[in-house]
Structure formats: structure tokens, C-alpha cells
């Protein structure tokens, strides 16, 4: 969620932001420097966004803790934690009043009114701030019943609307005058009008899958099933209902994708998609045990909702790279997987022939020496299958040593790939920035096709910084030595290597292509070059065959 948050913080501020050096700079007063670091939206690199982010998780967290608290056996044994939790919280929320009223004058909506201050105190978001931390002070002078208390403390919820209403108007900017579908469109799917709205859905969706796993694991333990059987069954009723919704907006609104945009025939095709084969087999196991559970014992079903942890994998790019190493690989990997399958099936079989008169009933024949095979062959080495006869343990040591080799091909060869993949997937953002430059197209961090990539890519801010100031190097040092005079380029040392690099590398390209050309093209260049031009030219091309001293 966190992250989501921090999304839309990153979508609402302005196009042109102030660097964080430059406008604490401008500060005359500590009240400014701190309003100026850690909540003004204008400014690049101060703490809003972080502010903003752990403020919401703590929101989420205090309302997870209101719901577990409802549990007597975990509140009772641990009563003490949850009031010290509670504490804590409100100490936070407090310190944020405090913070944001001591800093409204220099906050622009405030500023120019009567009273900055005053004005702020009667705003929305301060009586929402307010109304998180007051039930917690009433209590010491009220006398307000725990029950009444924790439901006073729902109001935390409310301080969600500080993240919430900004990213819709955003989100309603984004859409002016766009159909309901489009509107839907925008949330679920990736689109340049989803803004932080369709961040905070995804984010929403992750959570969900990741609390709802949980809750299947815990749930094959029978001593925490009977003491959380109704939680465990809200839990999943929220995310299947979640899940379902997500499955039909997708399916209502994938027609405004030109790849389904026939109303029939291109939702049949979405419905068949990976992707949306996953979001089905998420829900399917709860509607079939709810409504045949009366005809089939359909219990092992409920193992299948782990199959929700796939839906996380649809909004990470890794899994992407990972296919496509095992598509580009797949003649080297089926070799090694055929080396390796002809190892264990040798291994098994003398295996069987050393010791299955000693020990007849472990080695019974070939297949079942497998077993022991590709355990040993794999370095694992259970112990549960050991030869006894002094060749069967030679046998072992040398089967171990060469399976350490045999078996770490596959695993050396993924991650060189993956490295390799991931390397080109950068280089090849660096091309589409270079190309976006040269055609007059900003590359900041701001821009939406940056944040995009940058997302699509699991890069994270510095490295996408990285990445940016690297093509603005060599975008500019291209653009400068094209018009500047020999002379000057010298008087510029890196300049003048860059120069230097870049008419060597034309010229081995140039000599290349020549070594396809006609002989008379050959001969006529050999002719023009002197003696001491051809060696330099057969040094620079590497010895080309038509070029002889």
C-alpha cells in the first residue's frame, strides 16, 4: 500500500518541482526549512512522499491490530502489546497535528487566509487528523466504554482520504469526459490515465493475495483454525469478492483495448489469456466448494487458493525476464537437462547392479535406485539410501563429485541469462531515452513514460537516475562534436576521446562493410593508402585479408 501511496504523491506534484538544495536555499526562517524538507509537495527529494507513505502503513497497521483485538485468545495473552501499540500510534498521529498546525502558514493553502493556522483547524483533512488521536485523550476524562473506544479509533481510516482525494482528482483530471467503461479501463489495466488510482488498486490486489495466502497456510494448523475459523472464512470472503470484482471489470472493460475490441469475441479471447486464466483459478476453488460442496467432498480444493500468489507475478516484470531467458536457452538447457538425465539413469543402474545383493530390499531395481541417484547426484544426500559395499561407495564419492558439476550448469546458465537480460533491458531503455531526446521529448523522472519504464523494469529511482544522467552524457557529447572545430574539440580532453572513439569505431565498421565490396573496390583502396596508411588500416580492421604489404 505504501507504495501505491507514495504514487500518488509522486503523480500529483507539479511538472517543474524545485530541487530540495535550491529551495532550502531560499528559506529564511527553521519554520520554512522544515516545511520546505518534509511536506511540501513542490520540492524534489524532501521527505513528503516518505511522510506521507509511513503515515498510511501505520493507518493500515492500526486497523489490522482493531480487528485481531477482537480475538480473545490473541488479545488476552497479549493485552499489554496491543495498549503499548496504541500509544504509539497516537504519539505519531499527535506529533503529525502538531507538526502540520505549527507548519500551516508556510503550506500555500493556508497561508493568505485570515488565520493560516485557524484556517487549518477547520479544514477537512485537520478534522480528520483530530478525530484519529481524540478518543484516545477522552477516555482520560470520559468515561467511555472499551466497545465505544474501538470503534472511535475506525475513525484512523479516515486519514486514508489525505492520499485519497488527492489521487482522485487526479484520477477525475485524468478522465474528463471519458466514458464509465474507459473510467474502469484506466483502473484496472496499465494506461496513461490511471495515475494513482490504478496504483493504489494494484497495491490493493498484492496485499490481498499476500493476507489471504497467509491465511491458508495458517489455516492447515489445526490448533490456530480453531481458534480463527470465522476470521480465516471473512478473510477469504473479502478476497474472493475482491478478486471477482477485479475479474469482471477486466472482462467488462479489456474491449477498450484494440486487441479485444470486438464485444464477443474479444473478451472470449481476453478470458483465455495466462494472465486471465490466473485471475479465474483464484476465485473458482471458493464458488465450486460453496455451491457442490453438497455433491463432492470438494475440501482439497481449498489448496488450490495458494494459486492467488500467481496473480502477484503478472505485476512483476522478473517473471517476464525469466521466460524469456528460458526461451533463448532452451537448446543449451535441454542439452544439459539430457546430460543430466543420462548421468542419473547410469548412476541408478550400476547403483543397483553393486548393491542390490547386499541390501536388496532399498535396492529393489533400477527405477527405485533413481531415488538415490538424483540425490546424490544433486549434493542433497538425504542418508536414507547409502551404499554399503566398498565399490557402491566409491562409486558415490565419484557420482557426488561430477553431479556438483553436472547439475550446476542449468543454475550458472539462469543467472548468467538473467543477468545478461536485464543488462540488455536497460541498454535498450537507454536507446528509447536517446531517441526520445532527439526528438525533442523530456526524460526526467516526472515524465510518465520514464516512471513507466522505470516500473516495467524494477528500477529503482537512483538507478533510473543512473540511467538517465548516462544517455544525457552521451547525448550531449554527440550533439557537441558534431558542429565544434578540430581545435576545439582538442582543447577538451574528454571530448576529444569521445572523438577519438567514435571516428575509430566508423572506421572499423566502414572497413567491414568493404570486405564485401567487388575486388576492383578492394584494390582501388589499396592503391590510394601508402605503405605505413595500409598497416595502420590492417591493425585498426585487424589484418583484413585484401590489404598486403
Known amino acids: 500500500m505504501s507504495s501505491a501511496l507514495n504514487s500518488s504523491s509522486l503523480q500529483t506534484t507539479p511538472s517543474t518541482p524545485l530541487a530540495l538544495g535550491e529551495a532550502l536555499g531560499r528559506c529564511q526562517t527553521v519554520r520554512q526549512k522544515i516545511y520546505t524538507f518534509l511536506l511540501d509537495p513542490e520540492v524534489e527529494g524532501n521527505k513528503h512522499q516518505q511522510v506521507d507513505g509511513w503515515i498510511s502503513f501505520l493507518i493500515i497497521i492500526n486497523l489490522f491490530a482493531l480487528v485481531v483485538e477482537r480475538i480473545p485468545a490473541i488479545f488476552q495473552a497479549h493485552e499489554q502489546l496491543f495498549h503499548v501499540f496504541d500509544v504509539f500510534s497516537v504519539i505519531v498521529f499527535t506529533i503529525e497535528y502538531l507538526m502540520r498546525l505549527y507548519l500551516a502558514p508556510e503550506d500555500k493553502e493556508f497561508k493568505n487566509k485570515w488565520s493560516a493556522r485557524g484556517a487549518y483547524v477547520l479544514s477537512p483533512f485537520a478534522v480528520i487528523d483530530f478525530l484519529a488521536v481524540a478518543p484516545f485523550y477522552f477516555q482520560a476524562f470520559l468515561p467511555i466504554d472499551l466497545r465505544v473506544l474501538r470503534f472511535l479509533r475506525l475513525l484512523r481510516m479516515l486519514k486514508l482520504f489525505r492520499v485519497l482525494i488527492p489521487a482522485y482528482h487526479e484520477f477525475m483530471a ?46 492447515s494448523v489445526e490448533s490456530i483454525h480453531y481458534v480463527l475459523s470465522t476470521q480465516f472464512l471473512i478473510i477469504d470472503s473479502i478476497a474472493v469478492g475482491l478478486f471477482t470484482v477485479e475479474y469482471f471489470l477486466k472482462l467488462y472493460t479489456c474491449v477498450e483495448d484494440p486487441v479485444f475490441k470486438k464485444w464477443f469475441s474479444g473478451r472470449v479471447k481476453h478470458s483465455l489469456k495466462f494472465s486471465s486464466i490466473i485471475d479465474l483459478l483464484a476465485i473458482a476453488p471458493f464458488f465450486l ?22 496473480k502477484i507475478t ?21 542439452a544439459a ?7 542419473v539413469v547410469l548412476a541408478a543402474s550400476l547403483a543397483y547392479l553393486m548393491e542390490h545383493d547386499s541390501q536388496p530390499d532399498k535396492y529393489e531395481n533400477i527405477p527405485s535406485a533413481v531415488y538415490w541417484a538424483v540425490v546424490t547426484l544433486s549434493s542433497v544426500g538425504y542418508g536414507d539410501l547409502t551404499p554399503v559395499t566398498p565399490i557402491g561407495r566409491i562409486m ?15 543454475s550458472a546458465l539462469l ?47 537512483e538507478q533510473l537516475k543512473g540511467v538517465i544522467d548516462k544517455v544525457l552524457y552521451e547525448f550531449n557529447m554527440s550533439e557537441n562534436l558534431i558542429p565544434q572545430p578540430l581545435r576545439q574539440i582538442a582543447n577538451n580532453t574528454d571530448q576529444a576521446l569521445e572523438h577519438y572513439v567514435k571516428k575509430l569505431s566508423r572506421i572499423r565498421q566502414l572497413g567491414i562493410l568493404i570486405q564485401h565490396q ?3 573496390t578492394m584494390q582501388k583502396l589499396t592503391e590510394l593508402l601508402s605503405p605505413s596508411e595500409a598497416e595502420l588500416w590492417k591493425q585498426i580492421q585487424g589484418s583484413p585479408q585484401f590489404l598486403k604489404t
Do not use: C
Open 314 to 334: 503478472k505485476q512483476n516484470n522478473s517473471t517476464a525476464v525469466l521466460k524469456r531467458v528460458f526461451t533463448r536457452e532452451t537448446p543449451i538447457l535441454a
Open 289 to 310: 466448494e460453496l455451491f457442490l460442496h453438497h455433491l463432492f467432498d470438494l475440501r482439497f480444493l481449498r489448496v488450490f487458493r495458494l494459486m492467488r500468489l500467481l
Open 174 to 219: 485524468l478522465n474528463a469526459k471519458r466514458t464509465f467503461r474507459q473510467k474502469m479501463y484506466s483502473i484496472v489495466f496499465p494506461s496513461e490515465y490511471g495515475g494513482a488510482i490504478h496504483d493504489m488498486f494494484e497495491s490493493l490486489i498484492a496485499w490481498w493475495v499476500v493476507i489471504s495466502v497467509i491465511a491458508v497456510v495458517f489455516e
Open 337 to 343: 537437462l539430457f546430460v543430466m538425465m543420462l548421468m
Open 415 to 461: 543467472a548468467s541469462s538473467f543477468s545478461d537480460e536485464l543488462h540488455s533491458d536497460k541498454n535498450n531503455l537507454g536507446i528509447a531515452l536517446y531517441n526520445r531526446l532527439k526528438q525533442g521529448l523530456p526524460i526526467d523522472l516526472k515524465n510518465e513514460f520514464v516512471i513507466n519504464e522505470g516500473k516495467r523494469l524494477n528500477l529503482s529511482p
Open 518 to 520: 567487388p575486388a576492383e
Open 396 to 410: 558415490t564419492i565419484l557420482m557426488a563429485v561430477i553431479g556438483v558439476g553436472i547439475f550446476a550448469i542449468p
